[in-house]
C-alpha cells in the first residue's frame, strides 16, 4: 500500500539541471521527513537533503549545498529535488525515502524507499 515513486532521472551535461520527483501513496506527507540518498557503484549510500514535515526544516550535504534545492508539495504528496550545476561526481541512482518520526537522519532510520532513478552527468 505504501508507495514512494522516483522520476525525473536522465542523462545531462555537467552544469546542466535536472529535477527529481518522489511521489507519495499509502501515508499521509504530514506524519513524515522525506530524505533524498544516492549510490554510486562501489560506493556507500549517502544521503543528499531532507525535508521534515514537523517543522519544515531542510538538511543539504555539504557536497550538493548551493546546487540542489529541496521542497514539497503536500497537496500532491510529493517532494522535488532541483539539481543545478550538475557535475559527473553527482552521478548515481537517486532514492527518496520516509521517514516516520517526520526527523531527517541516516539512511537506517528510513521506513520506506523508493526503486530510485538514474541520474548521469557526463563531462
Known amino acids: 500500500e505504501v508507495q514512494l515513486v522516483e522520476s525525473g532521472g536522465g542523462l545531462v551535461q555537467a552544469g546542466g539541471s535536472l529535477r527529481l520527483s518522489c511521489a507519495a501513496s499509502?501515508?499521509?506527507?504530514?506524519?513524515?521527513?522525506i530524505g533524498w540518498f544516492r549510490q554510486a557503484p562501489g560506493k556507500e549510500r549517502e544521503g543528499v537533503s531532507c525535508?521534515?514535515?514537523?517543522?519544515?526544516?531542510?538538511y543539504y550535504a555539504d557536497s550538493v549545498k548551493g546546487r540542489f534545492t529541496i521542497s514539497s508539495d503536500n497537496a500532491k504528496n510529493t517532494v522535488y529535488l532541483q539539481m543545478n550545476s550538475l557535475k559527473p561526481e553527482d552521478t548515481a541512482v537517486y532514492y527518496c525515502?520516509?521517514?516516520?518520526?517526520?526527523?531527517?537522519?541516516?539512511?537506517?532510520?528510513?521506513?520506506?524507499w523508493g526503486q530510485g532513478t538514474q541520474v548521469t552527468v557526463s563531462s
Open positions: 499509502g501515508f499521509t506527507f504530514d506524519d513524515y521527513a
Open positions: 525535508i521534515s514535515s514537523s517543522d519544515g526544516s531542510t
Open positions: 525515502a520516509a521517514e516516520f518520526g517526520r526527523l531527517c537522519g541516516g539512511a537506517n532510520v528510513y521506513d520506506y
